[in-house]
Every structure is written in structure tokens, then in C-alpha cells.
């Protein structure tokens, strides 16, 4: 129901707020630390930039690269991941129609 949904997101906003405050916090300060004279004085982050530095940010804090993520994340499992979680919340299921729509590349798929 529409109510539902409105009490997911109310919590959702609730509970993620806060910590992406403190993310992007975090980001802005790395990105005047270390981005040099161009973001040393910058008030605010483009959004290209928050994805730069929020990469450089998790290198930094966790030691990790996002391709060394890659291969816990193969695109198969994260579709039937995300397809059994849109069944699961919202009731509908999502199926595979390839070759009932016109695609511009031969890698592409149509659900």
C-alpha cells in the first residue's frame, strides 16, 4: 500500500541520513586533504567528484579496491538477488523477454 511504502522510506531516511551526512563529511575532508589547491577550498563536492573520492575513501579506510570486489558480485547472482528482492517487497516478478525488444549491442538484456 502507498502508506507502506511511505513508512519504508520514512525509515530508510531516517536511519541512512545520518551516516551519508557523515560519509560525504568524511569524503569532502579526504578530497581538501589530498585533492590539492583545487578542493582545499571547496565548500561542496560535484557529483563526479563525491564518486572519486568516496573510492579513495574506501582504499583508504578499508584497504580495498572496487575491482578487487568484482568478483563476489557476478552479474547473474546480483539479478536474481535483486529480482527476488523486488518479488519479495513489492509482489512482482521480473522475467527474462530477450528478443522481444530491439537492443542496441548483442550484450544486452531485456526483462
Do not use: C
Amino acid at each position: 500500500s502507498v502508506d507502506s511504502v511511505r513508512e519504508l522510506s520514512d525509515l530508510i531516511l531516517e536511519k541512512a541520513l545520518p551516516a551519508a551526512e557523515k560519509e560525504l563529511a568524511e569524503v569532502t575532508a579526504l578530497a581538501k586533504k589530498d585533492g590539492g589547491d583545487v578542493y582545499a577550498n571547496m565548500e561542496k563536492l560535484a557529483p563526479w567528484d563525491v564518486t572519486f573520492w568516496s573510492e579513495r575513501l574506501k582504499e583508504t579506510k578499508f584497504e580495498l579496491k572496487e575491482e578487487e570486489l568484482r568478483p563476489y558480485f557476478a552479474l547473474p547472482n546480483v539479478l536474481d538477488g535483486m529480482f527476488g528482492l523486488i518479488k519479495r517487497i513489492f509482489n512482482v516478478e521480473i522475467k527474462h523477454a530477450d528478443g522481444e525488444a530491439e537492443v542496441w549491442n548483442d550484450d544486452v538484456q531485456f526483462f
